[in-house]
């Protein structure tokens, strides 16, 4: 599989880095060679990124968070928006919003309002208005929609970001980290590996390398969300209820015999008395 997989990121371009004045030190790991003025990215190495990102996003997946896909460059805008409404995720395709995270009450209130501008579209409310206002509303309503639309269902901070080139999405890959999100980027020549958890070097350029590689990353989810069906259908094991100790329990039957025993005595002696009197009282008779 992984030589099959190789073969493929090697037709789509997957090894094609930038020019040599473009790119960045921290990337020699990554680099196996020089051809003329560009560099030649370690296929070894992109392997070696995805298998170690594909399993950490199958375990984020199967603990029950989600996944946000990230790409505003016109060459992944369409493959962020296929793989993620193919594997059920969110996604980020035309603008990335400052504040998307780490202010995440007000984007969901920007998200109300969308909801509350589509329901006057379709009750008619919106018609009604003046012309002047209505136009201004249908614009706010694409302009949040666009910006918006793939995060609509997001009702909760996302276990992972995933993003096509590192060097542009820098606003989503800080906010994640100030968050302690986990980061996964597809990383060329001129990205700094450090601004990511997991780097993916690969050509962030190639359409079909980077629908290649996000297509890789979809079955990951898929197969988290596998691990959380099954885990949601094992038996849970009943608890065992230790029984109480059976000395503890004869203790406790025998203090209520011997209170009951000391409250009848009392009783007892102070019926004595009056026996002993009437016998005393009738021995003289006798004698007379």
């Known amino acids: 599989m992984a030589k099959e997989l190789a073969r493929k990121l090697i037709n789509a371009g997957v090894h094609f880095g930038h020019g040599v004045s473009r790119w960045d030190p921290k990337m020699a790991p990554f680099i196996f060679a020089k051809r003329g003025n560009i560099h030649i990215i370690d296929v070894k190495k992109t392997l070696t990124g995805l298998l170690i990102a594909k399993k950490l996003l199958a375990e984020i997946v199967s603990s029950g968070k989600d996944v946000v896909f990230v790409g505003t460059k016109r060459q992944a805008q369409k493959a962020v928006e296929s ?3 193919k ?3 969110h996604y980020v395709s035309q603008r990335w919003l400052g504040g998307m995270l780490t202010n995440f009450r007000t984007i969901r209130s920007r998200l109300q309002r969308l909801e509350q501008l589509e329901a006057m579209a379709e009750d008619g409310t919106l018609e009604s208005e003046s012309k002047k206002q209505a136009s201004r509303l249908k614009r706010e309503m694409r302009k949040i929609k666009a910006n918006l639309q793939g995060v609509r269902n997001m009702s909760r901070l996302p276990g992972a970001v995933v993003v096509v080139d590192a060097k542009k999405e820098y ?24 601004t990511v958890d997991v780097a993916i070097p ?12 996000l297509n890789e990353l979809a079955d990951a989810v898929a197969i988290g969300k596998t691990m959380t069906a099954v885990r949601q259908e094992a038996p849970q094991r009943p608890r065992r209820v230790r029984p109480k100790r059976p000395v503890m329990a004869r203790a406790s039957e025998e203090k209520p015999q011997a209170t009951s025993d000391i409250e009848q005595s009392p009783v007892q002696i102070a019926d004595a008395p009056p026996q002993e009197s009437q016998t005393e009282q009738q021995e003289p008779k006798q004698e007379s």
């Open 83 to 85: 793989i993620a409404e």
């Open 87 to 89: 594997c059920g995720m």
């Open 171 to 194: 606003l989503a890959l800080r906010e994640a980290k100030k968050l302690d999100i986990a980061t996964v980027g597809l990383l060329d020549t001129d990205s700094d590996p450090d």
């Open 202 to 213: 690969a050509n962030d350029d190639s359409i079909r390398a980077v629908d290649l590689i």
